[in-house]
């Protein structure tokens, strides 16, 4: 399996940055030693009010109780990482025309803004030069849009020559786009840049079209279906990751995690939307390198100067787009396939089954409920729909059990939490029932903790629809670009306690399970409002089911002297990849001398 930097290093295209990245912990400890956090005060009175320290603040009950805390940041130094960034950021300036992400000269900027006038919006303007936007050629723009945040504040204003976002890091500001959808803000941009991809499926339509799919899918993630799939689709699945584990462990050699996890969540998506193994823990699956790639495309089309793609000619010629094309070529036609053969088991079986009994069969997939449902629905909408959860549900949930096994890794307090949980609510050693997930508590708290870290996507993007006020008194245009910086807020001093560390414990374990509601939007991994993660259930049962099971049977240790560092596609992912070790407890337990 090649890891995710591999991958992307190897697509063509004209401008293909994702080999330069980089690394989390020298960009933060830059940000600490030379950002003010004062400044960010300053500018937002509303950014105050919500700091935990008021009385009111609901995050107080998660962010205040402290224990002794482990940091996740491994430290490094930076100089190597900025090397070839500066190199690809000087072939970026020299390369004309498309792809130019970001990298505007500074006299367009300048340009486009005589053009536009005085800004009266009120929206600070991050002082964003060419050697800051550098770092965005690493594939991680995250990063810079925090270093921004620090200097200018929560809510500002990023131009780069015709582009202009404005960047949101501040809870209440997010809440009211994100609930304000359909009748202030629409998807915009990601629609635009994502079609190639999803066509006209749920996860990028808008309006009426997006409602009625909607209603029509998010039945088939009802409990009921994902009790079934506990033991049907995310054990089974993860058994087979075990498998794997058991002779990885005897073998004593390292393995990339990032790339197993990856395999799991495919397998288990492809199972549980479609009813088909992928099995791709055991064989290469080239749906996992198209489903990259696609990812890699739509990010780069966000961020491209010029939206060249839009002309079907230019997007015959130039290598980048030949290679996205090909991608979701291989995407849907594996779709189109799998919807045919379940159609034909559904058509036989339509007439038999009474609900009970469906859900009682081996298949509570998403693909026969919406066939079994018989609503009017077209092939290609069919197709789009179940691309859309593949996409959506494949990656976001294989990163989110790498960073927590990462961040677990690296606290041996959290891990042994962790085991004595495990060894308590599953003593005889059982795989976990749906009744049973419920009270690994505290493996669930590793795994929202890791997702605040770690926010997957780490920024949301809307786009105004009408002028509009956002709190803290910022004017916003009709048809201006905004950008959640989901990463901002989750990293936010103001809005968290000892923010950069990995501490489960801050989300009270007998408490709810965190979400925005009861966060007051300091908290929105699944984000928020109308458009909110379809899936988040699902995703947190998937995971708390496979983290019980590995860490029942293993313990893992990084490989030292690795540089993770950070790129995105779409969710975060590792640079190299995440090699370790893998112990057998049950083997070191069973060897441990008896004492009489
Ligand atoms: C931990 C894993 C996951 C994370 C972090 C995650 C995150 C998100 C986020 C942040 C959004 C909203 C984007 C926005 O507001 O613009 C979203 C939407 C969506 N997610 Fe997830 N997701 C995860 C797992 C899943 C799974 C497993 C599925 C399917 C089974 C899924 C299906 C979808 C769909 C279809 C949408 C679009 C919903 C709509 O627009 O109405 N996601 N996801």
Not at 101 to 129: C, H, I, M, R, Y
Not at 253 to 263: L, V
């Amino acid at each position: 399996m090649q890891s995710s930097a591999a991958r992307c290093a190897a697509a063509p295209g004209p401008l293909s940055f994702s080999s330069v990245t980089t690394d989390r912990t020298s960009v933060h400890s830059k940000q600490t030693l030379s950002r003010s956090t004062p400044s960010l005060l300053r500018r937002s009175p509303s950014f105050k009010t919500a700091h935990p320290s008021s009385s009111n603040c609901p995050a107080k009950t998660f962010s205040h109780r402290r224990g002794p805390v482990q940091c996740n940041a491994a430290k490094g130094d930076d100089s190597e990482s900025e090397a070839p960034l500066k190199e690809a950021a000087g072939k970026a300036i020299d390369a004309a025309g498309a792809g130019l992400s970001w990298v505007s000269p500074e006299w367009l900027t300048k340009l486009v803004s005589t053009f536009q006038g005085p800004d009266d919006s009120g929206v600070p303007v991050a002082n964003a030069q060419l050697n800051d936007v550098q770092e965005l050629l690493g594939g991680a723009l995250f990063l810079p849009l925090f270093r921004w945040m620090l200097e200018t504040g929560p809510v500002y204003r990023l131009a780069a020559g015709p582009r202009n976002f404005v960047i949101i890091g501040e809870p209440q500001a997010a809440k009211h786009v994100l609930r304000n959808y359909g009748t202030k803000y629409h998807k915009g941009l990601v629609a635009e840049v994502s079609e190639f991809l999803f066509g006209s499926g749920f996860a990028i339509a808008e309006a009426e079209l997006w409602q009625t799919r909607r209603k029509a899918v998010a039945p088939s993630l009802h409990r009921k279906y994902l009790s079934t799939m506990v033991d049907t689709v995310f054990a089974a699945c993860s058994d087979q990751l075990i498998a794997k584990l058991e002779r990885v462990a005897a073998s004593g050699k390292p393995i990339n995690m990032e790339a197993a996890f990856s395999q799991l969540t495919l397998d288990v998506i492809g199972k549980s939307v479609f009813n088909y193994d992928f099995d791709s823990l055991t064989s290469d699956s080239p749906v996992i390198q198209a489903v990259y790639t696609a990812l890699k495309e739509t990010e780069s089309r966000s961020t491209d100067i010029l939206p060249y793609w839009q002309v079907p000619l230019l997007c015959k010629l130039i290598p980048r787009q030949q290679k996205a094309a090909a991608a979701v070529k291989l995407i849907q036609e594996t779709v189109e396939r799998l919807v045919a053969q379940c159609k034909e088991i559904v058509e036989a079986e339509n007439e038999r089954l009474t609900e009970e009994e469906y859900i009682n069969e081996s298949d509570p997939s998403v693909l026969r409920f919406l066939l079994a449902s018989r609503e009017e629905v077209s092939s290609t909408q069919l197709r789009d729909d179940l691309l859309s959860m593949l996409v959506a549900g494949h990656e976001t949930t294989g990163s989110v059990l790498t960073w927590t096994v990462y961040l677990l890794a690296q606290s041996p307090s959290a891990r042994e939490k962790v085991f004595e949980e495990l060894a308590r609510v599953l003593p005889d050693g059982r795989s976990p029932s749906f009744a049973d997930t419920r009270e690994l508590k505290y493996i669930m708290r590793c795994i929202n903790e890791s997702m605040r870290l770690y926010p997957h996507p780490p920024v949301l993007i809307r786009r105004a629809i009408v002028d509009d006020e956002i709190p803290g008194g910022y004017k916003v245009k009709t048809g201006q670009d905004v950008m959640i910086s989901v990463y901002n807020i989750h990293h936010s001093p103001q809005v968290w306690d000892k923010a950069e560390e990995f501490f489960p414990e801050r989300f009270d374990l007998e408490g709810q399970v965190p979400n925005e509601a009861n966060t007051d939007f300091r908290y929105i991994p699944f984000s928020g409002g109308p458009r909110k993660c379809v899936g988040d259930q699902f995703a947190l049962l998937e995971s708390v089911v496979a983290l019980a099971k590995l860490f029942q049977r293993f313990d893992f240790e990084l490989v030292p002297g690795q540089d993770i560092g950070m790129t995105t596609g779409a969710t975060i992912h590792t640079k190299n990849g995440l090699y370790m070790t893998v112990k057998d407890r049950q083997k070191a337990l069973s060897k441990e001398p008896v004492l009489v």
